[in-house]
């Protein structure tokens, strides 16, 4: 029943700006690290960034200084604010966290993936 529900994905031109959203849904006791990865068709699926529950941040070399991850730890909800985008940047963008259900152990988590298209 646990989940991570993503939004914010679309279609953006080269230089352009895009915010996604991923929020934990369900029954837990505690959300530690979360991030973002993405998948490019043919790839496999490579790191974007991740954040930590105090706030710790780290990025993909490919994304510093344009991708910006940050976290609302009272919405249970982590965000990647992408500025400058590229067209390399197209790809599904999942959501990952660190849950713990109630009654469960902390176990990893996939969001379902939103799409982010950019266009040249």
């Known amino acids: 029943q646990v989940q991570l529900v993503e939004s914010g994905g679309g279609l953006v031109q080269a230089g352009g700006s895009l915010r996604l959203s991923c929020a934990a849904s369900?029954?837990?006791?505690?959300?530690?690290?979360m991030g973002w990865y993405r998948q490019a068709p043919g790839n496999q699926r490579e790191f974007v960034a991740t954040i930590t529950s105090g706030g710790r941040t780290t990025y993909a070399d490919s994304v510093k200084g344009r991708f910006t991850i940050s976290r609302d730890n009272a919405k249970n909800t982590v965000y990647l604010q992408m500025n400058s985008l590229k067209p390399e940047d197209t790809a599904v963008y999942y959501c990952?966290?660190?849950?713990?259900?109630?009654?469960?152990?902390?176990?990893?988590?996939w969001g379902q993936g939103t799409q982010v298209t950019v266009s040249s």
């Open positions: 990952n966290a660190d849950l713990t259900p109630i009654g469960f152990g902390t176990r990893n988590y």
């Open positions: 369900g029954r837990f006791l505690s959300v530690n690290l």
